[in-house]
Every structure is written in C-alpha cells, then in structure tokens.
C-alpha cells in the first residue's frame, strides 16, 4: 500500500487547537488524525484510523490467542435489561437516553455486561457450557461530566469488552490469569510504559481488580507504589493496613477542656501546646481525631448524612471515598443541611453525638487508623470545647471503617515492613476484575452443575479502552517535534520524502516506493511535486512514522538518507541498496 501525500485526505495545522491541553491531544489534531465534531467526540481521519485498526488489531490476535471469541453487540439498546441490573438507574446522567416514535426507552450502551450475560443465559444451560469468554472491540457511550484531552476522556469511544463466565471460582480464577497475561501481551505489544496496580471493584462487589495504567504526567489516575516491595495500587485501592488493637489499661480517663475559639485543627494544636503541653512531645495535628460531615447522593436521588472521623493531620480524599462507594456520590455538608442536625456543633463536632446510636443517628465511619486503644482530642459537641484522652473502643465506638484518607507519599507499604508509598500518575488503559456472581444473579444466569443442581455462573470483566490507547501511545511516545509511533501501531513503515525539483528525484522515489510496496512495507509518501524540502520535514516529524527515506539532493552522488523518527539517526545508503536496506530497518530480524 502507498498513501500519497499529494492525495491523501489529511491536512496538517501548525498551531496547536486552542481546546486542547495534553500533547496528544494537540498532536493528534495537527497532524490530522483527529477531527472534533462536538465535546467530546471526534472524527477519525485516514492516518488516525489507521492507527486505531493496528491497535484494534493487536487487541484480537491476543483475545483470540487465549481462546476468546469475538462478537459484537448494537449500541443502542433498549431499556429492560438495564432495569434488571438496575443500570438505568445508577448511572444517572452517565448514560444517552433516547426514545423511538414509539416512546419506548433506549440508551446507547455505556458497557454491555447485560447483554452478554443475557445472550449466555439464553445460549447455555449446563456446566459443560462453560467456561466461555466473549468479547467485542465496539464503540461506547457516556455522557462523561468533563470530557477531556480529545480521544483521551471522549463521550463516544472504542472499548474492547470481555467478559469470561465460569462454574466455580477457580474458573473464574483462571480465567482471570489468562485475560492478564492477554492484557500483559497486548501492552506489551503496543508499545509504552504501564503499571499494573491493585483497584477497587466498586458496587458490584468482586474480589480481584487490577488497572492497567499508562504512565504519564497527564494522567488522571493516581497511584502509589511501594519503594521496597512490588505492590502498587490505584490511591482509590490503597488499605491502610491497620494496627492491633490497644490495650486501655492505666490510660487516662477522657476529659472536656475549654478551648475557646479553636474551630480549626491549627488552632486547636496550638491552644493544646500552650494550656496542655504534653510531657514526652509536642501536640501535632496527627493527635487530633477530625469529624467531617459529608452527604451521599444516591443514585435515585436521596440524600443520607455521613459524618467520617480520621485524623487530623489528614484530609478527606473524595475520589477515594467515592471509589468505596460507587456509583453513590459525595458532597461536603452545607450550612443549611448542617443546620437540619441541631446537634452538631460546627468546629466542635465529636464522636460523642455522631453514629446510629447516638444523639444525631447520623452514620459514623472512621478511619482504619482510629483502632481501639488509641487516645484522640476530638471536639465535645459544645462550642468552645473539646475531650482530651477519648480511647477509641472505651469511649466510644463508629459504626464502622471506611478508607477515605488521603494517601500521601512516605506512608508505610501496607504490605512489606520496609517499604513507603511513592505517588505517580497514569492513564487508566485497561482493567480487568472479577465481577462474581453479581450480574449473574441480577439477571439470573444459572446453570446446571455436575450434579444436575442449578447454580449461579460467576463472572469476569475486562475492558481496554481501544481509542484512549492511540492517545496514550501518543502521550508516552511524542517529541517536541511531533509524533513518534511504535512500528506495531504507525500509520505506515516507511514515510519515503521526495525532496527538490528534479524529475529524476520523483522517478527513483516512485520506484522506491513501489519496489517496497511490492514487498508488503506500507509506505507514506510525500510526492507532493510544489512543497519545500522544509515543509515536508517537518510534516514528517510532525506525523511520526518511525522510519524516514530522504530521496534529494544526494541522489546525484548515488545515495539516500536513511533516518530513524525517534533518536533522529541519519545514514546514507547506496541507492541500489536502498531497498534491501529499508526493508531490514522496518523488519529487523526478518
Ligand atoms: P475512567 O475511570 O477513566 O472513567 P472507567 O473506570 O469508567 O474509566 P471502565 O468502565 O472500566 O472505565 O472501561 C474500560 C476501559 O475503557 C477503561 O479502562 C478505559 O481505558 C476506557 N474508557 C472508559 N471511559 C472512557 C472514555 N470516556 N473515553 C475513552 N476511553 C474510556
Ligand atoms: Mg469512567
């Protein structure tokens, strides 16, 4: 295949587009892969589809390498199986809705666990049907709050989803190992540097959750990684591991002070140290145990109170907090709801009236930090007012635990004893958990088993996001000058450059171009007769084929130039060798 410049359908810009922030993004458009057509959506031109069928590609070799069998399943979908798994509400304005001229109810597929845990049911019956593992590489929606970063974050995208349906759980366990090492292959393959990091599995329960993440500064994904050992998380992930419970004997018994005007945790370490200095060391806000006051939305839009206590040295991360949650959401709690709760009082707010039990029955969790035994200075529920020595377990008791600290970097590996947490960012490129027998039982998949009982299939899910990963590989492969594919995934092998105005230089450039073509190397070429030798170089850089043929003035003395796109190496090759030379660069140990 040739793609001439003089005809191929793409434009180059030389500024970057004004909506955009991230490299890709910028890239992606200049150089004419991508075109937006409304937030968040976007128009694949030539190069850019070219780029999205190679990584389209490399995704089904490696689900059909493991057995998977692809399918594909409609975007717009009605309503019902939705409602079953309850979908169509918890996703709330996440989704497309749509009516026909019937007014029945339609969406366009966010994710399809639905569909292929129906199309299961209704195929197979018996354990012998099992395990299966389908998949489609099929384009998605959802209405995202802040699309962002062109394809990166889009509301429509390409997501490859699969989904394995075993008996027992050790068939879900190896199905589970065979998507990973797919998934291991298939980043591999495409070229960039992943973590894969421990994730949370959100409302549907499951147990094993790992995200594959791209590293790169412009990721929305945080993670930590431990400096000793080999675990790494999603911060969503991160579980604090705590300590063993204390023993309360001989501590002091808790006692309210008077400690006017210290609302804040600043203010309340610094009255501590100057009325109540302690012996062995000063107070810090670590020794403080701070009430926040949230409200869940859930998804059919109720509102539920929940007051967290962790310490006070540490803010409430929300995305964490949500991660635990999902798909409910949280706000903080504004005056007037706290208004609603007479008694809470702001700045002063302790364990003695938070939890289901107590004067408020507002639902009271604590960090994992707060175990029994351990001493805190928290608020007395009186303005002006806190307890000193209020022992967790003896004091008082939450109706729970809950993982919504923020992690910071330096905090003990909660897996080794030697390592701490070092933060990094990435971009979620896959993730694969096991969902259980959640959809299963929703939506009533069973089977018959061995001994002829019924018993619910347990499920696995795994998606990759096909037209995030052009971006990302662009993100983690880019240069100040432009693009730079990994040769898997380039728009073409060779970008052959006709440099000059002599028809001797076109004529060798053709047969160059041909002769590779005739040996399967897919060339882009600048055969653009008008163009300056500048304009096409930096065209070239600009849309980042990995191997360049500079066909010009050297022709004369018998030689090309041989340049490699990402470390800028140049040779000159002998124009009778040429062929035999490119060929061996773009398929080295062919
Ligand atoms: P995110 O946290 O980034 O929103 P998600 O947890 O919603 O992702 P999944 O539902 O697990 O994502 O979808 C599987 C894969 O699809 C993701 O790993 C990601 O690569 C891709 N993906 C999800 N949302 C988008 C989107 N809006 N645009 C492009 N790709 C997406
Ligand atoms: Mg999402």
């Keep these: 295949m040739i793609l001439r410049l003089s005809r191929l359908f793409v434009r180059t810009l030389r500024e970057d587009p004004v909506d955009a922030e991230v490299p890709s993004h910028k890239l992606l458009v200049r150089a004419g892969y991508v075109r937006r057509a409304a937030p968040g959506i976007y128009s694949w031109l030539p190069l850019g589809l070219r780029v999205l069928r190679k990584v389209e590609g490399i995704v089904r070799e490696e689900m059909d390498g493991i057995g998977a069998q692809e399918l594909s399943f409609p975007a717009l979908l009605p309503r019902e199986p939705y409602e079953a798994s309850n979908r169509w509400t918890t996703y709330g304005d996440g989704i497309f809705r749509l009516k026909d001229r019937r007014g029945g109810d339609y969406l366009l597929g966010p994710t399809h666990e639905e569909m292929f845990t129906l199309a299961v049911k209704d195929l197979y019956s018996s354990y012998k049907d099992l395990p299966v593992w389908l998949y489609q590489i099929q384009t998605k929606y959802r209405d995202e709050a802040r699309p962002r970063a062109g394809v990166l974050r889009g509301r429509e995208f390409i997501m490859k989803d699969s989904y394995s349906f075993d008996v027992s759980d050790e068939g879900l366990d ?63 992930a991160v579980e604090v591991r705590p300590e063993p419970a204390r023993s309360t004997e001989g501590l002091p018994a808790a006692h309210a002070e008077q400690t006017p005007a210290t609302p804040t945790i600043d203010t309340l370490v610094a009255h501590l140290n100057e009325k109540h200095p302690r012996d062995d060391r000063a107070w810090t806000a670590g020794d403080t145990l701070k009430n926040v006051l949230l409200v869940l939305k859930h998804p059919d839009g109720t509102r539920e109170p929940l007051a967290v206590g962790l310490p006070g040295d540490r803010e409430v991360d929300q995305k964490r907090l949500e991660g635990q949650l999902e798909p409910i959401e949280v706000e903080p709690m504004d005056e007037a709801e706290l208004a609603k709760h007479p008694a809470l009082v702001k700045g002063y707010i302790g364990p003695g009236v938070l939890g289901e039990e107590n004067a408020s029955g507002i639902r009271y969790l604590v960090d994992p930090r707060v175990v029994d035994g351990t001493a805190w200075v928290t608020g007395a529920d009186v303005d002006g007012s806190h307890v000193l020595d209020l022992v967790a377990g003896r004091d008082f008791t939450a109706d729970g635990t809950i993982e919504a600290a923020e992690v910071r970097d330096g905090d003990p590996c909660p897996s080794c004893d030697d390592g701490v947490l070092e933060s990094a960012r990435g971009i979620e490129m896959g993730h694969i958990f096991q969902l259980g027998r959640w959809f299963a039982e929703a939506l009533d998949l069973r089977v018959l088993d061995e001994n002829g009982k019924l018993v619910t299939v347990t499920m696995g899910s795994y998606g990759i996001g096909v037209t995030r990963a052009v971006a990302a590989i662009a993100e983690g492969t880019h240069d100040d000058l432009g693009l730079c594919w990994p040769r ?103």
């Design 174 to 236: 190896r199905s589970y190992a065979a998507h990973r090492e797919a998934y291991v292959r298939i980043f591999d393959r495409l070229g960039f540097d992943y973590a894969i990091v421990k994730a949370t599995s959100g409302a549907m329960g499951g147990s094993r959750s790992e995200e594959f993440l791209a590293r790169a500064d412009s990721g929305e994904d945080t993670y930590v990684r431990c400096t000793s050992c080999d675990y790494a998380a999603n911060v969503e």
């Design 488 to 590: 898997e995934v380039a728009p073409a092998d060779v970008h052959v450059v006709a440099t000059g105005k002599d028809a001797s230089v076109f004529e060798y450039a053709d047969a160059l171009a041909a002769g590779l073509e005739g040996r399967g190397v897919e060339v882009l070429y600048d055969d653009r007769p008008k163009v300056s030798p500048g304009v096409k170089f930096k065209d070239a850089e600009l849309l980042g084929v990995p191997t360049l043929v500079v066909v010009g003035r050297g022709l004369a003395d018998g030689v090309v130039e041989v340049r490699d796109r990402r470390t800028g190496d140049k040779r000159e090759v002998a124009v009778d060798d040429a062929l035999e030379q490119v060929l061996a660069e773009v398929r080295p140990g062919a």
